[in-house]
């Protein structure tokens, strides 16, 4: 997921680079939205982690 944020990062900023402020606007905008499901589920998944404990190795 982390590395589809960086994707559309790129987008935007080449977009930027070449006029196309609706594009890269657009593409920024996902690439934030992208960008905080993603800090969202890392911080949920290691919340989960700590709950459960570690398990002993095989």
Do not use: D, H, Q
Not at 27 to 46: D, N, P, R, T
């Amino acid at each position: 997921m982390l590395g589809w944020a960086l994707t559309f990062l790129v987008i935007a900023l080449i977009a930027a680079a070449f006029g196309f402020g609706g594009i890269a606007a657009a593409s920024a905008g996902i690439a934030k939205i992208v960008f905080f499901v993603f800090i969202v589920l890392f911080l949920i998944s290691l919340l989960a982690r700590a709950l459960r404990g570690r398990s002993p190795p095989l």
